[in-house]
């Protein structure tokens, strides 16, 4: 297992831990210096706030640990493409590279719908590799959103 694997598996894990609470299954850590220094995951049903992405919560966290709102020698690694607000905040925190697990062609910023990562008038772009654990990551958003239509139906009946 390689490095961004390993810590795709930690995104991974929160993840599932965003899933167990009824929550989107979306996790993501950050890293500098080869060790985990924030970590989210996504809380917006349990918060009752469209902010509570894992990525906005990484971030947050990650700028109070290094007492620094730039972020430029971290990596972010997210299980699932960012959208529009949390790619801005990816942008705005100048973080050096960021590792996506699954892409989103629905709602995805960082090269489905639009790339923020990379814009060229931008004043910073965002170094990016895709499909790391892919098939992991996309298999857990496939269950969980089955399994929700899945209930839904069950209530409507």
């Known amino acids: 297992?390689?490095?961004?694997?390993?810590?795709?598996?930690?995104?991974?894990?929160?993840?599932?831990?965003?899933?167990?609470?009824?929550?989107?299954?979306?996790?993501?850590?950050?890293?500098?210096?080869?060790?985990?220094?924030?970590?989210?995951?996504?809380r917006r049903n349990t918060d009752k706030t469209a902010l509570a992405h894992a990525e906005i919560t990484a971030i947050k966290k990650a700028c109070k640990k290094t007492g620094?709102?730039?972020?430029?020698?971290?990596?972010?690694?997210?299980?699932?493409?960012?959208?529009?607000?949390?790619?801005?905040?990816?942008?705005?925190?100048?973080?050096?590279?960021?590792?996506?697990g699954a892409m989103n062609p629905k709602a995805g910023c960082a090269g489905s719908i639009i790339n923020l990562l990379n814009m060229e008038k931008f004043n910073h772009r965002v170094e990016t590799e895709r499909g790391i654990l892919e098939d992991e990551c996309s298999a857990l958003m496939s269950e969980f959103f089955a399994n929700l239509r899945a209930r839904k139906k069950a209530q409507s009946e």
């Open 68 to 100: 620094d709102w730039r972020l430029e020698e971290c990596t972010l690694y997210v299980t699932l493409e960012p959208c529009q607000m949390c790619a801005g905040a990816i942008v705005q925190s100048r973080m050096g590279r960021v590792v996506i």
């Open 1 to 42: 297992m390689n490095k961004d694997e390993k810590y795709m598996k930690a995104a991974l894990r929160l993840a599932k831990k965003a899933y167990a609470m009824d929550e989107t299954p979306i996790g993501c850590v950050i890293v500098r210096d080869d060790k985990i220094i924030a970590r989210g995951y996504n």
